[in-house]
């Protein structure tokens, strides 16, 4: 079986998939001192979500870190943000078809408080939590995506493929 090897999660790395930006305990520009009541971080990330945004949580079970499936939408972006754990996610490019181009996957080692972009076509699927715990996470779609713009495709067995931390 062929594998895949997480990288470290950077703007450059990333690019082609979508966006990131580091929510828990941020380090861009803000709005308030130290000696405010609170800080305001401004404008972390924009997405592009066709339309209005609905938000809802996930849970990622533990398990073996194995590409099976993966799914794209055709007409929107989606974010996530893990809250209680780090994951791992593999991602392959926009293609013109149902074909997942997985000779071009990669994957990339999440951190719990990073919010993640997915660009629209972009091929994803599940977090897998990086321990042995359940992943919580709050995610990003306009409403029904998940019912009238998803297409999952399950990769043939023999196409599986193991992600290596």
Excluded at 40 to 63: C, H, K, N, T, W
Excluded at 65 to 94: C, N, Q, R, S, W
Excluded at 104 to 114: M, N, R, T
């Amino acid at each position: 079986m062929k594998s895949v090897k997480v990288k470290s999660l950077t703007l450059d790395s990333f690019y082609k998939f979508g966006s990131y930006a580091k929510v828990l305990n941020p380090d861009t520009p803000h709005l308030g001192t130290e000696e405010d009541p609170v800080c305001f971080y401004r404008d972390i990330m924009q997405i592009e979500a066709g339309g209005q945004v609905s938000i809802s949580a996930g849970v990622a079970l533990p398990g073996e870190k194995k590409v099976k499936i993966m799914e794209y939408h055709t007409h929107t972006g989606e974010a996530f943000m893990m809250l209680d754990g780090d994951v791992v996610m593999a991602f392959a490019p926009a293609s013109a078809d149902e074909q997942i181009p997985l000779n071009e996957l990669e994957a990339f080692y999440i951190p719990s408080g990073v919010m993640i972009w997915i660009r629209a076509g972009v091929w994803h699927y599940a977090q897998m939590p990086v321990e042995d715990k359940p992943v919580t996470s709050i995610v990003l779609l306009p409403e029904r995506t998940y019912f009238n713009d998803c297409h999952k495709v399950e990769i043939p067995e023999e196409e599986h493929r193991i992600l290596e931390l």
